[in-house]
């Protein structure tokens, strides 16, 4: 099994797991009524230029979030095989 690191260091094209989401309050209901939440699968599509906001591939459609979100969300990245 692969240990949990920050939706933020994923790649262009890289796959993963949702693992937790640490973000409370507003924030934290707003990612997860983006449907970020624990167990769902999502795969970064791309960056902007200044590799910041991520977009994000995830139950067929594509959403953005800048870092600061993406910081409180940890993921299990998928294995290439």
């Given amino acids: ?3 949990p690191v920050s939706l933020r260091t994923l790649q262009a094209g890289q796959a993963a797991t949702i693992a937790t989401v640490g973000a409370a ?3 934290g209901r707003r990612i997860r009524d983006m449907g970020l ?3 769902a699968q999502v795969e970064v599509v791309g960056r902007a230029p200044l590799k910041d906001p991520v977009a994000l591939r995830i139950k067929g459609f594509t959403l953005t979030l800048r870092n600061n979100e993406a910081d ?3 993921v299990i990245p998928e294995q290439k095989e």
Avoid: D, K, S, Y
């Fill in 37 to 39: 939440v624990p167990g």
């Fill in 25 to 27: 309050g507003e924030l």
């Fill in 72 to 74: 409180f969300i940890t």
């Fill in 1 to 3: 099994m692969t240990t």
